[in-house]
């Protein structure tokens, strides 16, 4: 489990239905962590909402995922999205995306 430090958490929303990374510190934080657990704790993936009843991945979504999966580690991350009734739930490595849960 990764937990990240008070204050670190700078997600910057720009509409309803996207948002933008703005803060390199969540990569500077996640490798020194990684560095310090001797390669024992990693990132495992990553999770966000969707104004939607029953979510799917967006566009945005899936190029985000896979920049990602086309890094050297991890080898595989889990992704999820929940929505207002349901959540979605997903496999990232490289290029493919494999949905784990969708209900
Ligand atoms: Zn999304």
């Known amino acids: 489990m990764l937990r990240m430090p008070q204050g670190q958490e ?7 239905y996207f948002f933008e990374r703005k803060d390199p510190s969540h ?5 020194r962590l990684w560095k310090e ?3 024992y704790i990693d990132y495992l993936g990553e ?23 086309n890094m050297k580690r991890p080898l595989s991350i889990v992704v999820a999205i929940v929505g ?7 496999i990232v490595r ?3 995306i494999f949905t784990l849960v969708s209900a």
Do not use: N, Y
């Open 27 to 31: 990569q500077e934080v996640a490798s």
């Open 37 to 39: 657990s001797g390669k």
């Open 84 to 90: 207002l009734e349901g959540v979605w739930m997903g």
């Open 47 to 69: 999770w966000h909402t969707h104004r939607q009843p029953w979510p799917t991945p967006s566009s945005l979504d899936c190029s985000e995922w896979k920049k990602i999966g």
């Open 10 to 16: 700078k997600w910057i929303f720009v509409g309803t």
């Open 94 to 96: 490289k290029e493919d």
